[in-house]
């Protein structure tokens, strides 16, 4: 039987190249730097199958496109706002995501994010880097207590479900979760979570506020410079999910003029670039999308895409269908 032609748009996990190849014709992007939207779209004329991350911007392409010889994308990821969903769909493309295997990892790295800027950990990281540390004293950075505080949770998937597990399990926070459809008891009950109305009401309750919803067109400027002004001038502000769901400028006014008392951010709007606006900011911690950066995840990630391929091509419907 002829393999099918895969391209894999950065390069993955030894062992999952390996895996692989054994199964499909594989072609690799050995420059490793994103493909180009016109790269892209040749791909999707000469591959039945593309597997693309983060970095592939999958506006319109495929809309340009008579008959794309792509049947599947697997993407190396659990989301997928960076797909334009309606096109590839409408050309009878599947889509499917990695969801599970990155949600520990990820809730791992927003409670880092928490405690880093609770505790002032980056301003102190820098000091102590750049020979400013003068010695201990009292009054030295001192940050906010995080156990026992209010962690508000915007989207209650499961990345949202394990940072709720670890802040409330491992530092006794009280939980309050705004989700767009209504959580099961059962769930909530895990965390002894409740579930609020609206964002809106949300947000003046938190000491600290997670984003763990979708990014993509829905949830552009989630929290802008009204919702900002409702979060508490000591709270702070955690975003592992997608840098378009805040506005960064108004994000950056409200530490400025410090509305609020301090964010994390693992995703930016355009990232790798970053707006000069949030550069100067102390009160911020600034990671470079690390949140599933953990060789288990990457490699599990990784395997996850693997199954799916085997199935489409094997005439099964793969477990992580999203369209
Ligand atoms: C991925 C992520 O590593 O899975 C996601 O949605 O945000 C990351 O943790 C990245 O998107 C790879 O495509």
């Keep these: 039987m002829v393999k099918p032609k895969v391209l894999v748009t950065r390069r993955w996990p030894a062992a999952v190249e390996a895996r692989l190849s054994e199964s499909f014709d594989t072609v690799l992007n050995t420059s490793d730097t994103p493909l180009t939207p016109e790269e892209f779209r040749t791909a999707l004329q000469n591959y039945d199958a593309v597997l693309p991350t983060v970095t592939d911007r999958i506006g319109n392409l495929a809309l340009e496109l008579e008959r794309p010889q792509t049947k599947i994308l697997a993407n190396y990821g659990v989301g997928y706002s960076h797909i334009d969903m309606a096109g590839v769909t409408r050309h009878g493309i599947t889509v499917t995501n990695t969801p599970d295997v990155l949600s520990e990892c990820t809730a791992d790295l927003a409670m880092t994010l928490l405690l880093m800027v609770a505790r002032r950990a980056g301003e102190g990281e820098r000091e102590v880097r750049e020979g400013r540390w003068t010695g201990w004293r009292p009054t030295h950075l001192v940050g906010t207590k995080v156990s026992g505080k209010t962690l508000g949770i915007i989207g209650y998937g499961r990345i949202g479900q394990q940072m709720a597990k670890r802040a409330h399990h491992g530092f006794g926070m009280k939980i309050l979760v705004q989700n767009r459809s209504r959580v099961a008891?059962?769930?909530?009950?895990?965390?002894n979570a409740t579930q609020v109305d609206n964002i809106d009401a949300l947000l003046p309750q938190c000491d600290f506020v997670s984003l763990h919803c979708?990014?993509?067109?829905?949830?552009?400027?989630?929290?802008?410079?009204?919702?900002?002004?409702?979060?508490?001038?000591?709270?702070?502000?955690?975003?592992?999910?997608?840098?378009?769901?805040?506005?960064?400028?108004?994000?950056?006014?409200?530490?400025?003029?410090?509305?609020?008392?301090?964010?994390?951010?693992?995703?930016?709007?355009?990232?790798?670039?970053?707006?000069?606006?949030?550069?100067?900011?102390?009160?911020?911690?600034?990671?470079?999308?690390?949140?599933?950066?953990?060789?288990?995840?990457?490699?599990?990630?990784?395997f996850r895409v693997v199954d799916n391929l085997c199935d489409f091509f094997q005439g099964r419907e793969p477990r992580d269908r999203v369209n």
Excluded: Y
Excluded at 263 to 270: H, K, P
Excluded at 273 to 285: E, F, G, K, S
Excluded at 291 to 302: D, Y
């Design 185 to 191: 008891p059962e769930i909530l009950a895990q965390c």
């Design 214 to 302: 979708p990014g993509g067109a829905q949830n552009r400027h989630l929290i802008n410079a009204s919702r900002l002004n409702l979060m508490k001038p000591d709270a702070f502000l955690i975003n592992t999910a997608r840098g378009e769901v805040i506005d960064e400028l108004a994000l950056s006014q409200a530490l400025w003029f410090e509305t609020i008392a301090g964010v994390g951010l693992d995703v930016f709007d355009g990232e790798p670039n970053i707006n000069p606006a949030l550069m100067n900011c102390d009160n911020l911690v600034m990671l470079p999308h690390l949140g599933s950066a953990t060789r288990e995840s990457r490699e599990a990630m990784g």
